[in-house]
């Protein structure tokens, strides 16, 4: 028998690494190439990744910046690992450290 707390997890769960949090949160959806913003909302997230639905799907590109707050602190690098409509799902990228 496997672990209780693994065997309560679904396989897209601990594919994805961990149990996604209903969230409905307003962000904005910036454009790596040009700066556009984008509104949309964030359905749920996990450590790894959300779920968003963006009002203007077609204008987001493969990565972009997910904008969580007015300002430049709270951002997460975003890769499209699924899309559905205006809904998708985004893996957060981590940042490569800068160079010498």
């Excluded at 962000?27 to 990744?49: K, M, P, W, Y």
């Amino acid at each position: 028998m496997g672990h209780p707390a693994i065997a309560k997890q679904s396989i897209s769960e601990r594919r994805r690494g961990g149990r996604r949090q209903d969230l409905r949160y307003s962000a904005r959806i910036e454009n790596l190439a040009d700066g556009v913003e984008t509104a949309c909302t964030i359905l749920d997230v996990s450590q790894t990744g959300a779920r968003l639905i963006a009002r203007d799907p077609d204008q987001i590109g493969e990565e972009f910046l997910l904008r969580l707050a007015v300002g430049r602190q709270a951002q997460r690098h975003c890769e499209v690992v699924w899309r559905d409509g205006a809904t998708m799902g985004v893996r957060f990228l981590v940042a490569p450290e800068p160079g010498p």
